[in-house]
């Protein structure tokens, strides 16, 4: 079963950039397709970013809120998976996951990300 460790959050204003990295173990990371979600004060956690395997020719979806500001990539050979966050806004404010898809029972902590000025 998956453990994940995810780092890169901070405070940041708006327009500004982040980069989330997520460091996966206790399973075949290359094989599998990886996602980030996010959870927001008093929300539901939700779909941000997906990747494929490469076998699945590293096919990569997006939330529509997101779509155009983000980009999810992979690194295999270091079992990480990153998320590039371009012009933050701050409805972006929320603690950032990553997991498989379909997602494991074991979650991160997470890390957090606030856009404010």
């Known amino acids: 079963q998956g453990q994940f460790v995810e780092s890169g959050g901070g405070l940041v204003q708006p327009g500004g950039s982040l980069r989330l990295q997520c460091s996966a173990s206790?399973?075949?990371?290359?094989?599998?397709?990886m996602r980030w979600y996010r959870q927001a004060p008093g929300k539901e956690r939700e779909f941000v970013a997906h990747?494929?395997?490469?076998?699945?020719?590293?096919?990569?979806t997006y939330a529509d809120s997101v779509q155009g500001r983000f980009t999810i990539s992979r690194d295999n050979a270091k079992n990480t998976v990153y998320l590039q966050m371009n012009g933050l806004k701050p409805e972006d404010t929320a603690v950032y996951y990553c997991n498989t898809n379909p997602p494991g029972p074991h979650w991160g902590q997470g890390t957090q990300v606030t856009v404010s000025s």
């Open positions: 206790g399973f075949t990371f290359s094989r599998n397709a």
């Open positions: 990747i494929n395997s490469a076998a699945g020719g590293l096919v990569r």
